[in-house]
């Protein structure tokens, strides 16, 4: 099946410091999603975009709906200790009447104190 | 409290064992999902369902049944098990707008 192509997989950093991660595809989606999955927890909705150009804050978060629709960034200001967990992307779209969800394979992130 | 439940958290079963994973939610969703999560492939679908009586294979359906007889169940079966099925389960459903906002806590199962 399809999956989305995001990066980086992993990073450390300090905390404080600003994060990017990506997410591309090769199909154009009509919603991005980000989430983030704590251990032992199902994935939380972070923010949505409905629409190309879209920039969406959620307090530290900021993402955009690339303009092309086949991808998307989110940024996260000021790390702080509990920001680690795995990030995934998903992109939505309908096609031949079926609902489709294709997630990214997931940025796990570690911020050292 | 608006949630997705499902249960066992935890199963080991053995090759070949009938198995069904409950997942229910209280939120009135119609929409509901079936993914597996599996390191260095992320969360794949697996089934989903747009309403009562209404499911559809996912990107994943080989091995797995669904049935959705109830707005608010979408239990997942597995008739017989493989190893190659130990894996994350997540059952999630959708909001409004198109946005699939509320996973349940998964379901961690090992075939042996």
């Known amino acids: 099946g399809q999956q989305l192509n995001q990066s980086p997989q992993s990073m450390f950093i300090q905390e404080g410091e600003d994060v990017s991660m990506n997410c591309t595809s090769s199909?154009?989606?009509?919603?991005w999603l980000w989430y983030k999955q704590d251990p032992g927890e199902g994935p939380v909705l972070l923010i949505a975009l409905y629409k190309a150009g879209e920039l969406t804050s959620n307090g530290r978060l900021t993402a955009q709906f690339g303009i092309t629709r086949k991808d998307s960034f989110l940024n996260i200001s000021a790390s702080i200790p509990s920001d680690v967990g795995i990030y995934f992307c998903?992109?939505?779209?309908?096609?031949?009447?079926?609902?489709?969800?294709?997630f990214g394979t997931g940025t796990r992130l570690k911020v050292l104190a | 409290e608006a949630q997705v439940t499902q249960n066992p958290r935890y199963l080991i079963t053995v090759t070949g064992k009938k198995l069904t994973v409950t997942c229910s939610q209280n939120m009135n969703h119609e929409y509901m999902s079936w993914y597996r999560q599996d390191p260095g492939l992320g969360l794949r679908q697996i089934y989903y369902s747009m309403n009562v009586e209404v499911t559809d294979k996912g990107d994943v359906p080989e091995g797995y049944k669904v049935s959705r007889k109830e707005k608010r169940n979408f239990p997942l079966i597995l008739e017989s098990p493989s190893p190659n099925q130990t894996s994350l389960y997540f059952c999630?459903?959708?909001?409004?707008?198109?946005?699939?906002?509320?996973f349940g806590q998964g379901t961690r199962l090992t075939v042996v």
């Open positions: 199909s154009i989606f009509n919603t």
């Open positions: 998903a992109g939505f779209h309908i096609t031949s009447g079926t609902y489709k969800y294709i």
């Open positions: 999630a459903s959708r909001g409004p707008g198109g946005t699939e906002a509320f």
